[in-house]
């Protein structure tokens, strides 16, 4: 059995969205994520920003990114659970960090932010709901 699989197996709240729904959501994403964090990674490398700016938004990358191979991969509810806190953790310290020096990342990232907290609420709810 696959990770996709697997997944469909597990206890979900009702309110869980379709899986179909899930592509389309992380295509619009991360084309917010590529411009914005584009734009940050770019003041970062001419010293516009300091390293600690940038910081959150490649912790950011990295935590989102690992989050597949956690949930579908490991197939571990609870380390995924710990892997979406921290990406919406690194996402509102990235937020905070970039907004004195261009408020408009900030402001894109409004998007991400509302899916990252949706997703955190069904992970958590899926993490309880099969412990």
Known sequence: MNGYAWYSQLK?????????????????????????????????????????????????????????????GLRNNYLAAVDILLILGTLVWAMIAIYPHAPWISYIQIPYLLWVLFATSLQLTVTWLNR
């Open 12 to 72: 979900k709240p009702f309110w869980s969205p379709p899986a179909w729904l899930f592509g389309p959501v992380w295509t619009f994403l991360y084309i917010l994520i590529i411009i914005s964090f584009g734009k940050v990674f770019l003041m970062a490398w001419k010293k516009e920003i300091g390293l600690m700016v940038a910081l959150p938004f490649v912790l950011n990358l990295i935590f989102n990114f690992a989050f597949t191979s956690i949930q579908f």
